[in-house]
């Protein structure tokens, strides 16, 4: 079945420093999602890319969808304590369910 | 514009025993989802709703796992009889469409199984 795959697992940094997350999937995405979950709560969407090599921005979060539909990244420039959680992409490849990554979770340290 | 409301919020039971979640999603959304998110991972379908018919219940283990949404609003999700490894946050989704992008997600009912 389609499995989707993301890293770093776990991702530590200074606060200002910059953060990227990787998503990758076994097949060709129709969509890909991003879900930002802090710790003790539940999932909150983020956004979702529809199209090849789309690229869109929210304040200090860029994502990306790569080129074959097969990848995606989220990168948050600056990062602030207020990012702390972790960061789930899934994927659906055509009509079928939303398959959801196991996550990047990210600590920042003030 | 409420959220999804789930209940109960915490429950504690012990192997073999059942248990039944709840979920009301939010209003006019058609369609309904459950996950199962264990510690460290993503949430994992369990059973999907398209007002009160099944979309998709292929994870779903159906020897102890049965939900229902037979108003196509509300939902409850029961495990009977309940094991260890069913000790998880469950999660209940509700979104406009089938195809809809976005996932409203409950608060969860995180369930320990002794």
């Known amino acids: 079945g389609q499995q989707v795959m993301q890293i770093p697992q776990y991702q530590h940094v200074q606060e200002g420093e910059d953060f990227t997350t990787y998503c990758n999937s076994s097949?060709?995405?129709?969509?890909i999602q991003w879900y930002k979950q802090r710790p003790g709560g539940h999932p909150v969407f983020l956004i979702q890319?529809?199209?090849?090599?789309e690229v869109k921005k929210q304040k200090r979060l860029t994502f990306q969808f790569g080129e074959a539909k097969k990848n995606s990244s989220l990168h948050i420039t600056a990062t602030q304590t207020t990012d702390v959680g972790t960061y789930f992409c899934?994927?659906?490849?055509?009509?079928?369910?939303?398959?959801f990554g196991k996550g990047t979770r990210l600590s920042v340290i003030a | 514009e409420a959220g999804v409301a789930q209940s109960p919020r915490y429950k504690i039971i012990e192997k073999r025993q059942s248990v039944a979640f709840w979920c009301n999603p939010i209003?006019?959304?058609?369609?309904l989802y459950w996950y199962q998110q264990i510690l460290g991972q993503g949430p994992k379908l369990l059973i999907q709703?398209?007002?009160?018919?099944?979309?998709?219940d292929s994870q779903l283990p159906k020897d102890r796992f049965s939900a229902e949404r037979l108003k196509g609003v509300d939902s409850t999700l029961k495990i009977q009889p309940a094991k260890l490894e069913d000790s998880a946050v469950y999660l209940c989704?509700?979104?406009?469409?089938?195809?809809?992008?976005?996932?409203?997600f409950g608060p969860g009912t995180r369930l320990t199984v002794l």
């Open positions: 899934a994927g659906r490849a055509g009509n079928t369910p939303l398959v």
């Open positions: 097949t060709t995405l129709s969509n």
């Open positions: 890319l529809v199209k090849s090599g």
């Open positions: 709703f398209q007002n009160n018919g099944v979309v998709d």
């Open positions: 989704a509700s979104s406009l469409g089938w195809t809809s992008g976005e996932q409203f």
């Open positions: 209003s006019g959304h058609a369609t």
